[in-house]
T-cell receptor, first 115, second 113 residues
Framework: AQSVTQLDSHVSVSEGTPVLLRCNYS??????LFWYVQHPNKGLQLLLK??????LVKGINGFEAEFKKSETSFHLTKPSAHMSDAAEYFCVVSDLESNDYKLSFGAGTTVTVRA | NAGVTQTPKFQVLKTGQSMTLQCAQD?????MSWYRQDPGMGLRLIHY???????DQGEVPNGYNVSRSTTEDFPLRLLSAAPSQTSVYFC????????????FGPGTRLTVT
């Protein structure tokens, strides 16, 4: 079975400063990991994904995440926050080798960007 | 392509009523799924389908039924609505297995009084 813990329910940053969203996962097998973003009253959109290739994954809008197996982490970063980054972010894990098709979502991190 | 579409956008039901949330995709995706989103709980999987005629339960299936008669459509039925089913419901589809991107619909906001 797999699970995800997003360590911060809310992150507030100033525009132009770095953003760090923390995610720890638990997986019995090789994990597939994703970050999704949800803007207010919208559906979810994929930011980036890790599927056992390069450990540093680059996504859209300047976001990137690093897979660290030894720390079971997949933290999301962006060097310089923009007002449009204000949204809710979800870390998602699935077990590539398990027989089911179940994804596990974290509880979400709400990002506020101050002008 | 319209992507994943959901209807209705909003719905208010009385306890005990039944209804069907519609979901359709035009990307020829094999996998489709239904999630509910509640504050502070992320998204939880209700039911999913790996192809026409094949469905399976997710994390929170009680009170919901699904069927998949075509590749394109994956309706979610609430048999007897309860206040605990007040939530935002998202339908998603993906090309194939678990390593593929999920494409989400815009959601249906359901209130049960």
């Amino acid at each position: 079975a797999q699970s995800v813990t997003q360590l911060d329910s809310h992150v507030s940053v100033s525009e132009g400063t770095p953003v760090l969203l923390r995610c720890n996962y638990s997986s019995s097998y090789s994990p597939s990991l994703f970050w999704y973003v949800q803007h207010p009253n919208k559906g979810l959109q994929l930011l980036l994904k890790y599927t056992s290739a390069a450990t540093l994954v680059k996504g859209i809008n300047g976001f990137e995440a690093e897979f660290k197996k030894s720390e079971t982490s997949f933290h999301l970063t962006k060097p310089s926050a923009h007002m449009s980054d204000a949204a809710e972010y979800f870390c998602v894990v699935s077990d590539l080798e398990s027989n089911d098709y179940k994804l596990s979502f974290g509880a979400g991190t709400t990002v506020t960007v101050r002008a | 392509n319209a992507g994943v579409t959901q209807t209705p956008k909003f719905q208010v039901l009385k306890t005990g009523q039944s209804m069907t949330l519609q979901c359709a995709q035009d990307m020829n995706h094999e996998y489709m799924s239904w999630y509910r989103q509640d504050p502070g709980m992320g998204l939880r999987l209700i039911h999913y389908s790996v192809g026409a005629g094949i469905t399976d339960q997710g994390e929170v299936p009680n009170g919901y039924n699904v069927s998949r008669s075509t590749t394109e459509d994956f309706p979610l039925r609430l048999l007897s609505a309860a206040p605990s089913q007040t939530s935002v419901y998202f339908c998603a589809s993906s090309l194939s297995g678990k390593s593929y991107e999920q494409y989400f619909g815009p959601g249906t906001r359901l209130t049960v009084t």
